[in-house]
C-alpha cells in the first residue's frame, strides 16, 4: 500500500524540496500552499499525513492541525517550523500533532518521524483501508555474538518478560526491538516507538500515559498516551536511560500494577503492553550516580541484550556491506553488483564509529555517487575520510 502525504507551506522551494525527497521514496505527495487549501485537497483526496508549516499567510498550522484533526481523526499531523518555542510545540502536541520540528529540516530526522507516524495508530476508530504488509524485519550478522543474540531474541519474543537493550547509537537497538514484537503473538498489534529522548520532559508524561479533558491549560478532549496506543502490542522506550525521576516513578508503577492513570484521572486504566527499553548509556552508572532508579532498572533489565559496536564484529561488515549495496541499487536504480576487494577492505579496516548506521550511510552515499553505469563498487567512490 502506497501513503500518501500533503505537503503545505506557503514557500515554493521548501514544497518541492520535500515533494521530491518523498515521491523518491514511494509516497504519493500532494502539495498546497497554505491552510485552505490543504482542506480543499482533503475533502476531495484522502491522505495519511499532513507535514505543515506553522506560519503561513492564510492559516497558521496550529489552526489546520485542529480544524484537519477535527473533520479527520485518523489523520497524522507533523508541525515544522522555523520559529519553534516550547509554549507551541506543548499546545502542538496538546493539540494532537504526532511531531513538532524545528527549521532548519534534517532529512534524515524527518523521514524518520513520517516512517513513524505512517506505523503509528490513531485514537481513531480503523477504517476502511486495508494495513500495509511490512516485510519482516531481519538482522544481518553471523558472527558469534549475532548468533548469539539472534537465538536470544527467539527465545524470550512470544512472552510478556521486559527486555532491556544495550549498545552504542547506530547498533540497531530498534530493529531488535522489533523483532522482538514481529515474532511474538503480538505481531497483528501495534509496535509503538518512543524516544524518551527527544520529548521534552513538561511533555512526556502526557505523552507516555495521556490526559483527560480540562487536564491543562487548552485540554479540550481526552488524550490518550504511548501505552494505551501501544495496548496488546509493544511498546519501544527509545533513550530510557533520559526519563526524569518523577516519570520513573510512575514507570516502574506501571511495570508492577499493569494499569495507568491518565494526567488529571485517578482512574486506573488496565494495560496490556509488552514493554522493550533501550539505552546508549550505561545504566548501572547511572544508578550508582543517584541517577537512576535502582528498582526501575532492575524491572527494565529482566533480560538484557548488548549489541556490540560494529568494530568488535567485523567479520558482519561484508554482509551489511553487500546488503546495503543491493539495497540502495535497486532504490536508485544503478547496476552497481558488487565491491571490489580493495574497497572491502578499506571498509573493514574502517573505525566505524557510527556503527552500522555509518556504514549504511556510506555505501548510499557511494551508491549515488558512482557513475551510472559502473557495476562494481571501487575505493574511489568511497569517501575521502575512507580512503585516507
Known amino acids: 500500500m502506497t501513503h500518501s ?21 514511494g509516497y504519493q505527495v500532494y502539495t498546497a500552499e497554505g491552510g485552505h487549501q490543504a482542506l480543499r485537497i482533503l475533502e476531495e483526496t484522502p491522505c495519511d499525513l499532513v507535514l505543515t508549516d506553522v506560519v503561513m499567510p492564510d492559516m497558521t498550522g496550529l489552526e489546520l492541525l485542529k480544524r484537519a484533526r477535527q473533520k479527520y481523526p485518523n489523520l497524522q499531523v507533523i508541525l515544522m517550523t522555523a520559529y ?32 513513524n507516524a505512517l506505523r503509528e495508530p490513531t485514537t481513531a476508530k480503523p477504517t476502511e483501508r486495508k494495513p500495509s504488509r511490512r516485510k519482516q524485519v531481519t538482522f544481518i550478522g553471523e558472527s558469534p555474538a549475532i548468533k548469539q543474540i539472534l537465538e536470544t531474541v527467539e527465545r524470550v519474543a512470544d512472552t510478556r518478560t521486559t527486555v532491556l537493550i544495550t549498545g552504542e547509537s547506530g547498533t540497531g537497538k530498534e530493529l531488535i526491538a522489533r523483532m522482538l514484537h514481529e515474532r511474538s503473538s503480538r505481531a497483528h498489534k501495534p509496535f509503538v516507538a518512543v524516544s524518551c529522548a527527544a520529548i521534552p520532559e513538561t511533555l512526556l508524561e502526557v505523552e507516555l500515559f495521556g490526559a483527560v479533558k480540562g ?31 518523577l516519570i520513573q516513578v510512575k514507570l516502574l508503577r506501571v511495570l508492577q500494577e499493569r494499569e495507568i ?23 548501572q552508572e547511572a544508578v550508582d550516580a543517584g541517577a537512576f532508579r535502582s528498582d526501575l532498572f532492575y524491572r527494565l533489565q529482566v533480560v538484557h541484550i ?11 561488515i561484508p554482509l551489511l556491506a553487500r ?26 579496516n574502517a573505525c566505524w564509529r557510527g556503527n552500522v548506521r555509518e556504514l549504511e550511510n556510506v555505501i548510499e552515499s557511494a551508491v549515488v555517487l558512482a557513475p551510472p553505469e559502473a557495476t562494481t563498487l571501487l575505493p574511489e567512490h568511497l569517501p575521502p575520510t575512507l580512503r585516507r
Request: no cysteine; charged share 30%.
Open 215 to 245: 487536564a491543562y491549560t487548552g485540554a479540550e478532549t481526552d488524550r490518550i498516551g504511548k501505552f494505551e496506543a501501544a495496548n496488546g502490542g509493544t511498546l519501544f522506550l527509545d533513550e530510557v536511560g533520559d526519563i526524569p525521576p
Open 306 to 316: 548488548h549489541l556490540p559496536p560494529l568494530r568488535e564484529r567485523r567479520e558482519d
Open 261 to 283: 492513570e491518565r494526567l488529571g484521572s485517578n482512574t486506573p486504566i488496565p494495560i496490556d503492553v509488552r514493554l522493550v527499553a533501550a539505552t546508549n548509556r550505561n545504566l
Open 84 to 115: 519553534g518555542t516550547i509554549p507551541m510545540a506543548v499546545e502542538a502536541m496538546r493539540a494532537g500533532a504526532f511531531d513538532f520540528l524545528t527549521k532548519p529540516l534534517e532529512m534524515e530526522v524527518l523521514r524518520k518521524v513520517v516512517r
Open 5 to 25: 502525504i500533503l505537503i503545505v507551506d506557503d514557500e515554493l522551494n521548501i514544497r518541492r524540496v520535500l515533494e521530491r525527497a518523498f515521491a523518491k521514496e
Open 323 to 348: 546488503y546495503f549495496l543491493q539495497k540502495f541499487a535497486a532504490e536508485n536504480g544503478r547496476a552497481l553488483r558488487e565491491i571490489s576487494p580493495e574497497a572491502m577492505e578499506l571498509l573493514q
